[in-house]
Nanobody, 116 residues
Framework: QVQLVESGGGLVEPGGSLRLSCVASGFTFITYSMRWYYQAPGKERELVAA????????IYGDSVKGRFTISRDVGKNTVYLQMNSLKPEDTAMYYC?????????WGQGTQVTVSS
């Protein structure tokens, strides 16, 4: 059974940091490109960050470049999203996703709220 379980979301003040985690199971983690997306109320889901299958390259959405970092721990089947200098506009539900060809898996999401 494929599972992606996110954690680490919460309420943080502007300028603060959070680290999201996503634990994967039920598929061969290292053969998938791991990604983070966010979706604010009333808006479409957008790519935040992507990590290549071999972990050597990354892609970031323009609004998070220089502030967010995606990484993974292969031994723990876990992908992380380190979020620094958070802004109110980062408030959204954050989803972990695994992609290989036409196969895509999604987690249930974790809420991040940036507010004073």
């Amino acid at each position: 059974q494929v599972q992606l379980v996110e954690s680490g979301g919460g309420l943080v003040e502007p300028g603060g940091s959070l680290r999201l985690s996503c634990v994967a199971s039920g598929f061969t983690f290292i053969t998938y490109s791991m990604r983070w997306y966010y979706q604010a109320p009333g808006k479409e889901r957008e790519l935040v960050a992507a990590l290549s299958t071999d972990g050597s390259s990354t892609i970031y959405g323009d609004s998070v470049k220089g502030r967010f970092t995606i990484s993974r721990d292969v031994g723990k089947n876990t992908v992380y999203l380190q979020m620094n200098s958070l802004k109110p506009e980062d408030t959204a539900m954050y989803y972990c996703s695994a992609l290989k060809g036409a196969i895509r898996y999604w987690g249930q999401g974790t809420q991040v709220t940036v507010s004073s």
